[in-house]
Structure formats: structure tokens, C-alpha cells
């Protein structure tokens, strides 16, 4: 089976890791920058490097300014935290990352009220469900305050939202003198899926958090843009939540390069997981259907006639192929796959090869 090395000899990620863009390591020129990269206080606001990362980012997206945080969850908890009082209400859907993924935190640190909505299969909430949703201004109501789209939204397969559909959203907003803000965990696969600049999905925004971790490969770390004045607010919430980092440089470093050099390479990705779920659909007991396909992301089924357990086709390619499998999406009904940098096209070739051998 093919190993990935570089010529220096560096570490490679030589497991075919599928289940998630998570489990990504940093690249070898992340490593090389995060030994080599300036450093300072940056609660003092003197870490070159974050400095750097948070300006760069923030024009990539087209917002005035920038915070580093160490997640996408303390990306959103931030965001959230910092448009919503206590006892005030956001409204997101139902599958959102923010209110199924993230440990009740805009419950617990900020007494705030989720209002969900069903996301619909092509990853939107319905706006006349959202002009339903916002509330009169009436004392016996929660006030509505925020309205959180997620982009690409993940629950349903990685599916990108478009700038119509969310501009739509703005207006809404704006109408109604509420926030919008983006879970954009995957926001650079969604404006590669959909071959838009990304500072235009996210214009009627009023902030929108992403991961440099995940696809762009960076060990850890995301960003949080918004308005001067938001970011500024921001920056006290993170700092009340234990986010505040000294000489976070070192980690900073390697989401340089992510912002640089692996947004621009993501439609490789969804290339690859094109191919994979190609193969799959010709391979017996697997139920796919390619053109669900939109980023880097898969979703499939095994069908009732599978001759092994799930379990035992798991451990068989762990053991036998080096390939790990297991995401679950939806509720063990369907297998999630991920392609990501460390997935390259001779990997996608051996596992169609590996399932063809052991389902066939
Ligand atoms: C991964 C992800 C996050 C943040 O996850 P962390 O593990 O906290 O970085 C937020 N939203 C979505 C949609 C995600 O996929």
C-alpha cells in the first residue's frame, strides 16, 4: 500500500484515515514554520505571528478584523456569547453543529435559548420558518437576537449554501434588527464546491468563525471575523472563557499556511470523494448515490444483504488495508466518509480496491 513521505523524511500519516478531516495532521511546512515562527504575549496583543494570521484572515473574508481561538466550538461559543444576553433566543437548525455538537454551551455559559428549525436536505432552514420563528416584542417572549447558518452544513452530507440563499438570510436579519452569524467550520470547501470568492458567502454576515484544523491541516486553532467593535467585544469574551493565549505563535505558524496555501486546494478534495463514491456505487451491498456528493464529505448505506457485520467489515479494513472507517452520520443509519489533504488519489484507488475485495 502506498506511504506518504516528503524527502526530508518527515512524518506522514500513512493510516487512510476516512472518518473525519479532523483526525488531519500538519504539514510538513506547517511543522517547519511552527519552530521557526515569531512570537509574543498575545493577550498584550505582541504575538507578530497571531497578528499576522488574524489580519490575513480577516481580509480573506472581507470583515475588518480577526480573533484567534483554539476551536471551532470556542469560535461559535464566543460568537454567540457575545451578540445574545441571558435569556434571549438564536435561531438555527435543528442538525447545526452549534446546537447538537457542542455540549449545550451557549446554554450553559450563556443562559441562551436555542430556537431550531428543521434543516431542510439541501442544508437551508426554510425562511418562511425563520420570519415564524422571530419573536414579537411582547414580555412574556424571549427577545430574538441571532440567526446562525452553518456553511458547509455537515449533518447532511457537507452540503455548501449558496451567497443567494444566505443573503436572503441577511435580509432577514437586517429587517429585523438581528445578528447573522456563520458557522463556517468548512466555509473554504463550501466556496470551492461552489467556485464563489468566499468573502462573498459570508458578506451579510456580521461574523462567521472557521477552522484552520479540519481540511486546511493546521494541529489546531480557528478564526472569528466580524466588525471592528464585535471583534473588540469578542476578545473580552474569549479572555472570560480561558481563551486567552500567550505565545500561541507556535500554533498560529501553521494556520498561516493553512490560510495561504491549503484553501486553494480543496477542490481536490471533492475530486476525490467524486471518485470514491464512484467506485463505491459500483461495488455489491453498498447504496450510494454520487451526485449527493458536493465537498468532502459521503454518505452511504449498507444494504440489508451485506454477507458480514459492519463491526467485522470495520475491523477487516483496519487490520488488512490500514483504512479506518466508522464515521456514523445520522444515527448509525448511514457510514460518513471524509477526504481530506492526506487522502490523495492513489489512497481513494485502494480503498475502492479493499471494499471491492471484501464485498465481493
Ligand atoms: C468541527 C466543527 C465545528 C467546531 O469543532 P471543534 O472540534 O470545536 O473545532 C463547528 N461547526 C462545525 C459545522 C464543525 O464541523
Redesign the pocket.
Known amino acids: 500500500m502506498p506511504v506518504l513521505a516528503d524527502n526530508d523524511g518527515h512524518l506522514t500519516m500513512d493510516t487512510i484515515d476516512l472518518r473525519s478531516d479532523?483526525v488531519t495532521w500538519p504539514t510538513p511546512a506547517m511543522r517547519e514554520a511552527m519552530a521557526n515562527a515569531p512570537v509574543g504575549d498575545d493577550v498584550y496583543g505582541e504575538d507578530p505571528t497571531i497578528n499576522q494570521l488574524e489580519a490575513e484572515a480577516a481580509a480573506m473574508l472581507g470583515k475588518e478584523a480577526a480573533l484567534f481561538v483554539s476551536?471551532?466550538?470556542?469560535?461559535?461559543l464566543t460568537a454567540v456569547l457575545t451578540h445574545c444576553g441571558r435569556g434571549q433566543e438564536m435561531i438555527l437548525g435543528d442538525l447545526?453543529?452549534?446546537f447538537r455538537?457542542?455540549a449545550g454551551s451557549a446554554a450553559a455559559f450563556g443562559g441562551i435559548q436555542p430556537h431550531t428549525l428543521p434543516v431542510q436536505p439541501d442544508g437551508t432552514l426554510k425562511l418562511e420558518d425563520i420570519q415564524a420563528a422571530i419573536r414579537g416584542e411582547n414580555e412574556h417572549f424571549p427577545r430574538t437576537k441571532l440567526i446562525c447558518l452553518?456553511n458547509?452544513?455537515?449533518s447532511v452530507g457537507g452540503v455548501p449554501i449558496t451567497p443567494e440563499y444566505t443573503a436572503q438570510v441577511g435580509q432577514i436579519a437586517r429587517d429585523n434588527n438581528l445578528k447573522l452569524h456563520i458557522?463556517g467550520?468548512?466555509i473554504f470547501n463550501a466556496a470551492a464546491a461552489l467556485n464563489v470568492p468566499v468573502q462573498e458567502l459570508v458578506a451579510p454576515a456580521d461574523s462567521v468563525?472557521f477552522?484552520l484544523?479540519?481540511g486546511l491541516c493546521a494541529p489546531v486553532g480557528?478564526i472569528l471575523v466580524g466588525s471592528k467593535d464585535f471583534i473588540y467585544e469578542a476578545r473580552r469574551t474569549r479572555k472570560a472563557l480561558g481563551g486567552g493565549m500567550r505565545q500561541a505563535g507556535v500554533v498560529a505558524a501553521a494556520g498561516l499556511i493553512a490560510l495561504r496555501e491549503m484553501t486553494t486546494r480543496l477542490a481536490d478534495d471533492h475530486a476525490n470523494a467524486c471518485a470514491l463514491a464512484e467506485g463505491l456505487a459500483k461495488i455489491p451491498h453498498i447504496e450510494i448515490d454520487p451526485s449527493r456528493v458536493r465537498s468532502n464529505m459521503i454518505l452511504f448505506r449498507f444494504a440489508e444483504s451485506l454477507p458480514i457485520s459492519i463491526e467485522e467489515l470495520v475491523t477487516r479494513l483496519k487490520n488488512d488495508y490500514n483504512i479506518v472507517m466508522g464515521g456514523y452520520a445520522n444515527g448509525r443509519t448511514e457510514i460518513r466518509l471524509v477526504t481530506h489533504y492526506w487522502i490523495t488519489r492513489d489512497r481513494v484507488d485502494h480503498v475502492i480496491h479493499a471494499m471491492r475485495e471484501l464485498l465481493t
Open positions: 479532523t476551536s471551532g466550538t470556542m469560535g461559535n447545526a453543529h452549534i455538537y457542542e452553518e458547509t452544513q455537515g458557522d467550520a468548512r468563525s477552522c484544523s479540519k480557528s
